[in-house]
C-alpha cells in the first residue's frame, strides 16, 4: 500500500481504505471494493461534470454529455487505471493470471473504488485535485471530439431552425440477408439528400454525410 501511495502522490489516514479499494468481489464475497466503487463513480461523475461546464460554457448540454460520457466510461477509467499501475495490487481469486491492461473491468472498477477512498479519506476538495490531475490528459483530449454525420446534422438543424431534420425511407432492395436502403434527408425547406446503406441506420449516416458536404456545414 505505501507503494501505492507513492504512485498516487497521496498520504492516506486510513490505510485500510486503500486496501478495500483493490478488493475484487471474486477474492471476497463481503469485504470488497462495490460499495466504494459505487461512490467513486458518483464522484467522478460531479468533479469531471463540474469541470466540462467551467471549461465549455458555451457549449450544449447535448456536447457536454458526449464529452461525459467519454471521459468517465470504463474504458478512460481502465486507461487511467492502469497508468497509474493498479494491475500490480488488485486482489483477485486467480492470483496466478496477472491483470494486463485488457482486464478493462477490473481496472476501471478499482480505479473507481480508489476514488471512493479518497473520498472517504480526504473529502470532496482534495478528491477533486487527485481525480483533475490523474484525468488531466484525458480532459485536455475532450476539446476533440468527432460526431457522427447523423448528429452533426441534427445539431445543426436544431440549432438553426428549431428542427429535426426529416428521414425518408426512398426504398429497400436485395434479399434479407444484405438488403441495400436507400434513404433521403433534408433540413427546413431544403432539397433532399440521398443516402444508401445495408441498414436504416447506415443509409441515414450516408444521408447526412452527403448533406453536410453538399451544403459545406461544419
Known amino acids: ?49 463540474k469541470k466540462l461546464v467551467d471549461l465549455y460554457p458555451k457549449k450544449t448540454e447535448c456536447d457536454l454529455d458526449k464529452r461525459f460520457a467519454k471521459l468517465v466510461n470504463k474504458e478512460t477509467c481502465s486507461k487511467v487505471g492502469w497508468s497509474i499501475g493498479l494491475g500490480e495490487h488488485i486482489i483477485k481469486s486467480d492470483l496466478k493470471k496477472k491483470i494486463t491492461s485488457s482486464d478493462k473491468k477490473f481496472l476501471s472498477d478499482a480505479c473507481e473504488a ?5 473520498y472517504t479519506d480526504k473529502g470532496f476538495n482534495y478528491t477533486k485535485d487527485f481525480i483533475l490531475r490523474l484525468w488531466k490528459n484525458e480532459i485536455d ?38 438488403p441495400t436502403f436507400k434513404i433521403s434527408v433534408s433540413l427546413y425547406k ?19 454525410l452527403t448533406l453536410l458536404k453538399e451544403e459545406k456545414i461544419t
Open 114 to 118: 480508489i476514488i471512493g477512498a479518497v
Open 190 to 208: 431544403s432539397k433532399k439528400f440521398i443516402g444508401t446503406g445495408n441498414s436504416k441506420k447506415n443509409a441515414q449516416q450516408s444521408a447526412a
Open 141 to 178: 483530449k475532450s476539446h476533440v471530439t468527432i460526431l457522427d454525420p447523423k448528429t452533426q446534422l441534427q445539431e445543426y438543424s436544431l440549432k438553426k431552425f428549431k428542427r429535426l431534420p426529416v428521414y425518408t425511407l426512398v426504398n429497400a432492395k436485395g434479399p434479407k440477408h444484405n
Open 1 to 49: 500500500m505505501k507503494s501505492l501511495e507513492k504512485k498516487l502522490k497521496i498520504k492516506m489516514n486510513d490505510i485500510s481504505l486503500l486496501k478495500n479499494s483493490l478488493i475484487h468481489k471474486s477474492a471476497d464475497q463481503k469485504n470488497n471494493n462495490e460499495k466504494l466503487e459505487f461512490l467513486g463513480d458518483r464522484v467522478l461523475g460531479l468533479v469531471i461534470a
